[in-house]
């Protein structure tokens, strides 16, 4: 059961409900209300497109890309006859995020509302759901889900009695993180290896087997039900003006309350840590914090009172993201949690391009010697030119960057304690080693 | 992006500054290839013309003014007024960077590489003075075994691979093979195959493409290993041996050691792009076989002993001037070779022509496409292939009848499938499920011999649904209303019952074909290879003239031709009934100009065609001269062959290797393969390319243009030929269609297609456009006849045969290479699997295939590809040869044998019961 908020809610408002997973609950919420709308009234395509883009909603999978400016992109459908697909992203991979899971396994009407609203905007004629392969409940219940709505007429041929057909299909991704880019999400729903494809072509004029084809993540979509319904000024009334709604924000770490909790925009990262989430768990300082999930540059506590939005956080000199927090408390060692997440990354890099899968892997042994008390002077500033040749936007997709740009925080925020790491080969003062946990964890198994 | 080759004239140009240069490029071209057009060079690892851009390497990121970022220059197409910077510090800095990245990986030495000196991370390492130490040393991780191993022609290193990915496109889009793709990821990326099974057990066709297209030698020809490094050899550009497609490949030549190390060819070579087949790779180990002959052979006490070339010389000097003297010019004939150059074919014509007095000359074209020369030259006025290679990729509906181009004319086949990757539709009539078939949009698996009944049908609809080209048929054509009135004759559900298809196949191949824009026709010696061969053909070029699909861009009627220059033998009249150039003897004017340049009186009698040498052998004709042909393997019913040979008074063969004729012969000439000396071939798009010789011959070979010359002299009219140049030149003065060609021009223009008139002609693309060679295209009425030979309950099935990726003919040069050896090394006999159940057969049991004209052991492959009333064997194994049953019936035009269709019966093995031979791999090709 999600907390009562101070704010007004409206993701995660059926989340605590009994048997919130199923069509009846659903529909005696309003459930399908928006898409009957937009059916039986009808909205024209482009009316629903037009009150998406004015809302200002932007994508949730972390990039921040306006929605309806996306949907603009697909092809002008008197002028191209292909099929057209939507694609939904529900490989929600990155270390620290688990927001759309909660609305997969708690709310899977609203996602397939949202899917089906969707599609109906950008005339896909099919709607797959790619979910991350961990997540075989999330998987089993949106299933269910569709199996439902499908037999209440709802997805399928005709939908609501109207001339307005869509499929959705699910698709269950085998363990790659790759999988979650939106170009290499296609390739793997192919069948083929998750390897992101060169853009241009963009998935919108090169898609889905060649077709015009929009990715979106889950909670993008879940919006767009709630958007329609209540208007794009009433979502432009929460958060700011550059971003807009509330958000899943999914804190993890060292807090006493870890989870996922709907926010609006524009909240101060603080009343989150410590209203939210109980602060600092054992009654410990704040050192760093990811403010949307592993691929977002580190921030030193000092920044903790930015406020959660596109804008502040760039400007802070990091990312929103997924908007994923994870804090971490003063006993950690910041090259050592560095390394975590370069080795997380050296994983799964794809191996296309060679900045990425070589210089994945050279972050993940540098920072590992470093870790280990076998540093060398000069590997800060090594790393540093590292990391600048993966990133922004040097290689096919973004996992380069998304490797790159904590190592090169890490450089920036927290150069000196990165310089004497890698000097004198000793843990900061009053900093636990994590891998020497590790090690011993490995020693007992 | 695909090179673009369609008429530059239909393409809009965009213009951009590229280094403060401006350049004008057509529409959709990429930045990378736009630069090189301009000559600016942009560095990269990962970029082939023929693939998709890859993107990978980032070593072509380039500067584009308000582009966010870096843009790989491979990917991005050109816009109107782009500005692009390729080079200054930054970019430099960068790809320094990349390629320190790369060096970190590609944990081996330049030292000991075989591709030192022409290793793109080698140049660019020292052009961007790259530090290979930067991050570390990385000690080689690969050392084991891998999927390569057991194979004899591909070697991966992975140590050396940087992960580039063209391997894996190249096998993937262009050859289709998709046998080879990545495994793992990021930095334990390396190249493998679906499974990381051995790569003799998957789909790899040994193209060699992986090979040709590796910047690094990650993938390496295994048995050029440690041969010699690049610098050390000589690159020869030449052109292909083996089929009738005119690959140009680079030999790579250790001239130290007299030997061809590896073979390789460069993106935008004409025709073949830097595409080559596994017989252009892997095929040229013959030329150094310990097999070939090196000295003359002379028949002493029934036994063939070594002899000095004088001796010989004398010995046909004397002994075919006594046999002249006895029986007339006419009891001597000579066989011209495919095989051999332009050149050396006009002078076998010339010598039996001008030196002997006889038109008894033939080429072994009587046994593939005599039909096509002589049923075109019926139908248009000349009888070749009326469209380039090149234009396939601009058909959008191929219509192969007949042919299997992946297995036979590789490169063609190459072609075809970047034609379906642009979205060309596909109509394959074939008995056989070939490569082709599988991916037709539809397939025509109709019997064998019963192409007429099925040509007829389509062509009966194409009118009665008005979709012949009326105005086509009007202005260009004639005789319509005779064709048009025998079609009358024709239903698409009788066609359907004597065919064994659905009719409604047959309307819809049709409708495609006849709406296609443009739609061209493909076929080989499924349509030549039958009694009806010449009818076939007419009645093809029926097809096309009733569409209007003819003398257009990418339209037209496409004989693929089977030798390498099966289209010059003709070409240069070695053949009985026409002179270099198609003139005809028989025309005064063209007799005068021969007689004046060749000092010698024209023969007025007619001359034989090769069947019917061998049907006189013994009789009228008592003396035959064979250069390069293997009559006994390759002609139908062998053994009859056999017999009427031995029956001559002498027989003389100028050979390579010691072949199943040469074993026959009274004397043995030793001479030259394809890269031991200069001349010309003409490919089967009529494109005249030079052969440069690269190695010396073994022992006392020569050449075979030296020897034809010294063999004029023996018979007492010298012929003191230079060169070859020389020999083209005499050639092109005497026909009117060469006349525009000689081994200069074909050199500075890289192949000229002819007909080319006059020295300032550039070549004819394709042919008869706006007329037709002969003025109008003639339809012929054509009625359909079965096969001389049908199923009966003795022999109830149909034998068909054919030619096989891997081999080639009768096997001579094919089955000298290890690494084809590997992959097909026996005979086979294709059964489908019902069939082969009724027999109580076994896949890869061997079996006993028996018709009324013999039998032999083959090993049965049990799959799909053939119909169930079919068998169908290839034909290039000596030792147990399809032409033992094969039936000697022939085109009543041509003499061509009626090889595509014999009846037949199989039975398993008396007593050995089911041994089993052969590899997995075989079956699991033969089946596939």
Redesign the interface.
């Known amino acids: 059961m999600a907390p009562k908020m101070p704010w007004p809610t409206y993701l995660l408002d059926r989340v605590g409900l009994p048997d919130s997973h199923k069509l009846e609950v659903y529909r005696q919420h309003g459930g399908y209300a928006a898409l009957e709308d937009v059916l039986r009234k009808p909205w024209k395509p482009e009316e629903v497109t037009a009150v998406v883009k004015d809302s200002g909603l932007r994508g949730r999978g972390g990039a921040g890309f306006s929605t309806g400016l996306k949907w603009t992109f697909m092809p002008d459908p008197a002028k191209d006859g292909r099929r057209r697909y939507l694609a939904i992203n529900a490989d929600e991979s990155e270390p620290g995020t688990c927001k759309d899971r909660v609305l997969m396994e708690k709310d899977p009407h609203g996602l397939l509302e949202g899917c089906l609203i969707s599609a109906y905007a950008i005339r896909a004629e099919a709607v797959y759901i790619y979910v991350r392969g961990e997540y075989r409940k999330s998987l089993a219940v949106l299933q269910a889900a569709i199996d439902e709505a499908r037999a209440a007429g709802l997805v399928g041929k005709g939908i609501l009695g109207t001339s307005f057909d869509c499929e959705i299909w699910m698709h269950m991704g085998a363990g790659?993180y790759?999988c979650g880019e939106e170009t290499g999400l296609m390739e793997s729903l192919e069948g083929k290896?998750g390897?992101p494809r060169?853009k241009?072509p963009f998935p919108a004029g090169y898609g889905l087997w060649g077709q015009p084809t929009t990715v979106n993540n889950v909670e993008s979509i879940f919006n767009v039900p709630f958007i329609v319904q209540r208007g794009a000024e009433w979502f432009r009334s929460i958060g700011t003006k550059g971003s807009t709604g509330n958000f899943l924000c999914g804190i993890s770490g060292h807090v006493e309350r870890p989870g996922v909790y709907e926010v609006p925009m524009g909240i101060s990262a603080r009343q989150i840590v410590e209203e939210l989430a109980g602060g600092v768990w054992k009654g410990r300082k704040l050192k760093a914090w990811f403010p949307g999930g592993s691929s977002t540059g580190m921030l030193p506590a000092a920044a903790i009172d930015t406020p959660m939005d596109h804008d502040s956080i760039k400007n802070a000199g990091s990312m929103l993201g997924t908007g994923a927090m994870i804090v971490i408390d003063e006993t950690v060692s910041l090259v050592e949690a560095e390394y975590v997440i370069a080795r997380f990354y050296?994983?799964?890099?794809?191996?296309?391009?060679?900045?990425c899968?070589?210089?994945?892997?050279?972050l993940d042994?540098i920072l590992h010697r470093i870790a280990r008390g076998h540093g060398r002077v000069d590997d800060p500033a090594?790393l540093e030119?590292?990391a600048r040749?993966m990133a922004?936007?040097?290689?096919?997709c973004a996992l380069s960057d998304a490797a790159a740009i904590p190592t090169l925080a890490l450089v920036k925020n927290f150069a000196a304690e990165v310089q004497e790491h890698a000097t004198t080969g000793r843990l900061p003062a009053g900093c636990v080693s994590i891998l020497a946990a590790q090690d011993l964890q490995e020693a007992h198994a | 992006m695909e090179a673009a080759t369609r008429n530059p004239a239909t393409l809009d140009s965009v213009i951009l500054t590229i280094d403060g240069r401006q350049v004008s490029v057509p529409a959709g071209t990429d930045i990378l290839t736009a630069a090189k057009s301009a000559g600016i060079d942009i560095p990269h690892l990962c970029y082939d013309p023929r693939v998709e851009?890859?993107?990978?390497?980032?070593m072509c990121?380039v500067k584009v003014e308000g582009a966010?970022?870096?843009v790989?220059a491979c990917?991005?197409?050109v816009a109107p007024g782009m500005q692009v910077i390729t080079e200054d510090e930054e970019l430099a800095r960068?790809r320094k960077?990349?390629l320190e990245?790369?060096l970190?990986?590609h944990c081996a030495t330049c030292s000991g590489c075989d591709k030192s000196g022409a290793c793109r991370l080698q140049d660019y390492a020292y052009r961007y003075q790259a530090d290979p130490h930067r991050?570390?040393v990385y000690r080689p991780r690969y050392d084991g075994d891998n999927y390569t191993t057991l194979n004899k022609g591909i070697l991966y290193d992975a140590d050396k691979c940087?992960?580039c990915?063209l391997c894996v496109k190249y096998c993937e889009t262009v050859q289709m093979a998709e046998a080879l793709?990545?495994t793992?990821?990021?930095?334990?990326?390396v190249v493998s195959t679906p499974g990381d099974d051995d790569l003799n057990d998957t789909s790899c066709e040994l193209c060699g493409g992986c090979i040709r297209v590796c910047p690094t030698s990650a993938m390496l020809d295994k048995r050029a290993f440690h041969a010699g490094r690049n610098s050390d050899l000589q690159r020869v550009r030449t052109t292909c041996s083996y089929c009738g497609v005119g690959c140009q490949m680079d030999l790579m030549v250790d001239r130290q050691r007299n030997r061809i190390v590896r073979v390789t060819a460069e993106p935008g070579s004409p025709i073949n792009d830097g595409n080559l087949c596994v017989k252009g790779h892997f095929g040229f180990e013959f030329v150094s076989s310990p097999e070939r002959l090196t000295q003359p052979l002379i028949r002493r006490n029934g036994a063939l002993e070594p002899a000095t070339w004088d001796e010989a010389l004398a010995l046909i000097g004397s002994r075919m001037q006594e046999i002249r003297k006895q029986h007339g010019p006419d009891g001597l004939a000579f066989i011209s070779s495919a095989r051999c150059t332009n050149e050396e074919n006009y002078l076998v014509q010339k010598i039996a022509r001008a030196v002997v007095g006889t038109h008894n000359v033939d080429n072994c074209a009587t046994s593939c496409h005599a039909p096509t020369v002589a049923g075109l030259a019926e139908s248009f006025g000349s009888g070749a292939m009326t469209n380039s290679t090149t234009e396939i990729r601009d058909c959008k509906v191929l219509f192969l009848i007949g042919a299997n181009p992946t297995e036979a004319h590789p490169i063609f086949g190459l072609e075809m499938k970047r034609a379906l990757r642009r979205g060309a539709k596909l109509i394959v009539c074939d008995p056989r499920e070939t490569w082709m078939a599988k991916h037709a949009d539809i397939h025509i698996q109709h019997r064998s011999g019963s192409d007429n009944m099925l040509l007829n049908a389509m062509m009966r609809h194409i009118i009665d649904e008005g979709l012949a080209d009326r105005n086509f048929i009007e202005s260009r054509c004639e005789d319509y209303e005779a064709f048009a009135e025998n079609l009358k004759g024709y239903t698409v559900e009788a066609a359907a019952e004597c065919c064994g298809v659905d009719a409604e196949l047959i309307r819809a191949a049709a409708r495609m074909y006849a709406e296609g824009e443009p739609s061209a026709i493909y076929y080989t010696l499924g349509i030549t290879e039958h009694a009806c061969g010449t009818d076939n053909v007419k009645n093809v070029a029926n097809l096309a003239m009733l569409c209007g699909q003819i003398g257009k861009w990418a339209s037209g009627v496409n004989p693929l031709r089977g030798q390498n220059n099966v289209q010059g033998a003709c070409d240069m009249g070695a053949m009985p009934a026409k002179l270099p150039g198609y003139q005809r003897w028989s025309d005064a004017e063209v007799r005068a100009r021969f007689e004046a340049v060749w000092d010698a009186p024209m023969p007025q009698t007619e001359g034989l065609k090769i069947p019917m040498m061998i049907a006189a052998a013994g009789a009228e004709l008592r003396a035959l001269y064979v250069m390069g042909q293997d009559i006994v393997a390759t002609e139908p019913n062998q053994a009859e062959v056999i017999e009427r040979l031995k029956s001559l008074d002498f027989l003389v063969c100028q050979e390579i290797f010691l072949t199943e004729t040469a074993k026959l012969a009274h004397v043995v000439l030793p001479s030259t393969t394809f890269a031991e000396k200069d001349g010309t071939f003409t490919c089967s798009e009529r494109r005249v390319q030079l052969v440069r010789k690269a190695v010396e011959p073994p022992g006392e070979a020569k050449a075979d243009w030296e020897i034809l010359c010294l063999v004029a002299e023996a018979l007492g009219k010298p012929m003191p030929y230079r060169d070859p140049a020389e020999i083209y030149d005499e050639l092109a003065s005497l026909s009117p269609m060469f006349a525009g060609i000689s081994h200069r021009r074909i050199a500075e223009h890289g192949g000229l297609q002819w007909p080319c008139p006059s020295d300032d002609h550039a070549g004819t693309r394709f042919l008869h456009e706006g007329r037709f060679t002969r003025g109008k295209g003639r339809f012929h009425a054509i009625r359909h006849q079965p096969p001389r030979e049908e199923p009966t309950p003795e022999f109830p099935l149909i034998l068909s045969t054919g030619r096989t990726l891997y081999n080639y003919n009768c096997g001579s040069m094919s089955r000298k290479s290890a690494v084809i050896s590997q992959k097909e090394s026996a005979n086979f006999v294709e059964i489908h699997r019902d069939t082969a159940a009724r027999y109580g057969i076994a896949d890869d049991e061997k079996i006993v295939v028996r018709t009324a004209r013999g039998r032999v052991t083959a090993r049965a492959a049990v799959g799909e590809r053939v119909r169930p009333d079919t068998i169908w064997m290839p034909f290039h194994f000596a030792e147990e040869s399809a032409n033992v049953l094969t039936n000697d019936v022939f085109d009543p035009v041509t003499a061509t044998a009626e090889y595509k269709c014999c009846a037949a019966e199989i039975e398993k093995l008396p007593a050995a019961g089911t041994e089993r031979l052969g590899s997995k791999s075989h079956a699991a090709h033969a089946t596939r």
């Open positions: 790659a790759i290896r390897h060169p241009p050296e994983h799964e890099s794809c191996g296309q391009c060679s900045q899968r070589e210089g994945t892997q050279w042994q090594l030119s590292l040749g922004p936007a040097k290689t096919i | 851009a890859i993107g990978a390497c980032r990121s966010r970022g870096l790989a990917g991005q197409s960068r960077h990349v990245l790369f970190s990986e991050f570390g940087i992960r990915g793709t990545f793992w990821r990021a930095d334990r990326m």
